[in-house]
């Protein structure tokens, strides 16, 4: 069977890195070419296209509907070409570039992350510790690890975990109060982030009605790590996933006073966008991260 006609390659790579920086200039420098023949380039596609693709503004373009949906394709399929010829080359690209929430970065993955990179020091990995919504398109970005339900439109989403939560705290604060033994006693303590909603979601699970729930002043601590911190130097009991603090438990830095932990249905999601699937790179680590998980979980 025959295919449809191609548009020129070099125009659709061209007219990719502009929509993608919504600017000729920054497309001309990282393909290595002039502005005139970006223009030039992105003139051919636009005749074959028989639309605008761009509107040109006073500072840089902006991509015009048509160009928005011809843009998203072309990034998905230049994306499985260059993952496809990796393939066929044997190689792996090179860098990895993940992007990962706070908690999951410092309390499981950078414990870990070496021994990726002594298995596979063809790839070199690249981490930012971040908790904004990851845009594949313009970050440049491989992968992110977020928290949620997951679902998320155009991406592939493998869940790692799941996020159970439970009241921690300091062994001496417990003890302040001659011992943390039933959820009552909780509310003779400082609450961290009281207005977390998994706070009511324990509470109502263990049995106690709201009106006795503490009230106090609103904090956000943000990142589970710098709630936990707080945690352990005595200032608070804090809502905390105990998988993440294991260590910490075991060194007698926190307490878990009760076996009761409750989920919302959130999980942490490994995910990356569904045309990158067979990405050598993302298959790779995706494997590695899979057998880190079952050897946690045993």
């Known amino acids: 069977m025959s295919r449809s006609p191609l548009p020129p390659l070099a125009a659709v790579r061209v007219f990719e890195a502009a929509a993608r920086y919504g600017n000729f200039t920054a497309a001309a420098s990282e393909l290595g070419m002039t502005q005139a023949a970006v223009s030039y380039q ?41 993952d496809a010829y990796a393939e066929a080359k044997g190689t792996t690209q090179g860098m990895l570039s993940v992007s990962v929430i706070p908690t999951f970065a410092t309390n499981f993955l950078a414990r870990r992350l070496g021994g ?25 970005f491989d992968i992110a690890i977020r928290g949620g339900k997951g679902g998320w439109p155009g991406l592939t989403c493998h869940r790692i975990m799941k996020t159970a939560f439970t009241p921690m705290l300091s062994p001496a604060l417990a003890k302040s109060i001659g011992g943390v033994s039933k959820p009552e006693d909780l509310c003779k303590l400082p609450i961290l ?15 106690m009605d709201k009106a006795d729930l503490p009230e106090g002043t609103a904090r956000n601590f943000g990142p589970q790590v710098i709630e936990a911190n707080a945690a352990m130097a005595g200032h608070g009991v804090a ?13 007698g830095l926190l307490v878990q006073p009760f076996d009761l932990t409750c989920d919302d249905g959130s999980a942490y999601w490994l995910t990356y966008p569904e045309s990158r699937r067979n990405s050598p790179k993302i298959r790779t680590f995706r494997k590695w991260l899979d057998g880190e998980m079952a050897r946690f979980n045993a």
């Open 116 to 140: 990726f990179q002594l298995a596979n020091p063809e790839i070199a990995v690249r981490i930012e510790v971040s908790e904004t919504l990851v845009d594949f398109k313009a970050s440049g």
């Open 239 to 251: 809502m905390l996933t105990p998988d993440f603090f294991r260590d910490e438990i075991d060194l």
């Open 193 to 207: 982030a009281h207005s977390d909603p998994w706070w009511q979601l324990w509470f109502e699970t263990a049995g």
């Open 42 to 82: 992105i003139k051919v596609l636009e005749d074959r296209v028989g639309a605008s693709l761009f509107h040109r503004q006073p500072r840089g373009v902006r991509v015009t509907e048509v160009g928005a949906r011809f843009s998203d394709r072309m990034t998905a399929s230049l994306d499985m070409i260059a």
